[in-house]
């Protein structure tokens, strides 16, 4: 598989979505976040976006979000219960697992989801995680895991201008959770579980030790 190719996709895919301002139908807001979607082009479903400024420098911010295996993001999202590396493709591009915990009191069973994902860097500064779904001989569908389908999504960190100590955050989540659950839960779950990604992303950044 072109793991590189796929990659590289995605993180033209969410430049698009970022840019791009028509149909977004704000679903939540917050002191941290707004959360929008409108329907995906990718599956029969919505595609989330968060926008939210956090209080900390793009470095901080995004030592909280790397995707990396022994990183911080384990710790403050509570959507993410383990992620483990499978194949490194290239210094930025890796093929990782990740494990969520069940959610929506029970409703939501466990799930692994296995993903490409490329790190990039932008001139000015901004830095993102793009990841999307792929198949890997390493890590067959698994007993006591529901295995859902992540389509193109990730995390931008983008620096503010005049504002070293603050970073403006996207996220875009859509997302195949698999197995038979009602709409109503999916529709409801991202919106709530995005705004507190949000909410516990500033608690994290500003727990970090001034470097």
Same mark, same amino acid.
């Given at each position: 598989?072109?793991?590189? %190719?796929?990659?590289?996709?995605?993180?033209?895919?969410?430049?698009?979505?970022?840019? =791009?301002?028509?149909?977004?139908?704000?679903?939540?807001?917050?002191?941290?976040?707004?959360?929008?979607?409108?329907?995906?082009?990718?599956? @029969?479903?919505?595609?989330?976006?968060?926008?939210?400024?956090?209080?900390?420098?793009?470095?901080k911010v995004w030592e909280c979000l790397k995707p990396v295996p022994s990183?911080?993001?384990?710790?403050?999202?509570?959507?993410?219960?383990?992620?483990?590396?499978?194949?490194?493709?290239?210094?930025?591009?890796?093929?990782?697992?990740?494990?969520?915990?069940? +959610? +929506?009191?029970?409703?939501?069973?466990?799930? =692994?989801?296995?993903?490409?994902?490329?790190?990039? #860097?932008?001139? =000015?500064?901004?830095?993102?995680?793009?990841?999307? %779904?792929?198949?890997? @001989?390493?890590?067959?569908?698994?007993?006591?895991?529901?295995?859902?389908?992540? %389509?193109?999504?990730?995390?931008?960190?983008?620096?503010?201008?005049?504002?070293?100590?603050?970073? #403006?955050?996207?996220?875009?989540? #859509?997302?195949?959770?698999?197995?038979? *659950?009602?709409?109503?839960?999916?529709?409801?779950?991202? @919106?709530?579980?995005? +705004?507190?990604?949000?909410?516990?992303?500033?608690? +994290?950044?500003?727990? *970090?030790? =001034? %470097?």
């Amino acid at each position: 598989m072109d793991y590189e %190719h796929k990659a590289t996709a995605v993180a033209d895919c969410l430049q698009s979505y970022r840019k =791009d301002e028509s149909g977004w139908k704000v679903c939540k807001k917050s002191n941290d976040v707004v959360v929008s979607w409108r329907p995906s082009t990718e599956f @029969p479903g919505n595609v989330y976006k968060g926008e939210g400024i956090v209080n900390g420098s793009p470095e901080k911010v995004w030592e909280c979000l790397k995707p990396v295996p022994s990183g911080l993001r384990v710790k403050w999202d509570n959507n993410v219960k383990k992620f483990e590396l499978l194949e490194q493709i290239t210094e930025d591009i890796s093929v990782c697992r990740t494990v969520t915990p069940s +959610a +929506a009191m029970g409703i939501i069973a466990p799930r =692994d989801f296995v993903d490409v994902i490329l790190v990039k #860097q932008y001139e =000015d500064g901004t830095i993102s995680s793009n990841a999307t %779904h792929v198949g890997h @001989p390493g890590c067959p569908p698994q007993s006591g895991y529901v295995r859902g389908v992540n %389509h193109p999504c990730g995390c931008i960190c983008v620096p503010i201008s005049g504002e070293p100590s603050k970073t #403006q955050v996207f996220s875009f989540f #859509q997302t195949d959770l698999g197995g038979f *659950l009602p709409r109503s839960v999916v529709d409801s779950f991202f @919106p709530s579980s995005m +705004a507190e990604f949000y909410s516990n992303l500033a608690k +994290a950044v500003k727990s *970090l030790k =001034d %470097h």
